[in-house]
């Protein structure tokens, strides 16, 4: 069994910045890719971003590219999301993903984090 969790979100003012993490846990996949999905109040979930299992690849939602940066630590089985000039329509609930293939597809990923909330203050 994979755990998934998160850490790091809060609350920032709009143009701040924060920077969330994911560390996995247990049977981990030797290779896997990483994501990170978020949910607003009535929203549906939605892609954010995803890193391959090699590191070389990297994928944005037009939403975020430019002003987010996923990146991720082998040795300590950790995924970021640095985030940048955040507006207040980046408030959600950010989840990570483990999958074993990069995708912007939230049920392409197996395990799933509890979340930590991010709320930009405008």
């Known amino acids: 069994q994979v755990q998934l969790v998160e850490s790091g979100g809060g609350l920032v003012q709009a143009g701040g910045s924060l920077r969330v993490s994911c560390t996995a846990s247990?049977?981990?996949?030797?290779?896997?890719?990483m994501g990170w999905f978020r949910q607003a109040p009535g929203k549906e979930r939605e892609f954010v971003s995803f890193?391959?299992?090699?590191?070389?690849?990297?994928v944005y939602a037009d939403s975020v590219k430019g002003r987010f940066t996923i990146s991720r630590d082998y040795a300590k089985n950790t995924v970021y999301l640095q985030m940048n000039n955040l507006r207040a329509e980046d408030t959600a609930v950010y989840y990570c993903?483990?999958?074993?293939?990069?995708?912007?597809?939230?049920?392409?990923?197996?395990?799933w984090g509890q979340g930590t909330q991010v709320t930009v203050s405008s």
């Open positions: 993903a483990l999958g074993t293939g990069g995708t912007r597809e939230w049920d392409e990923y197996a395990y």
């Open positions: 247990g049977r981990i996949f030797s290779r896997y890719a």
């Open positions: 890193v391959s299992w090699t590191g070389r690849t990297t």
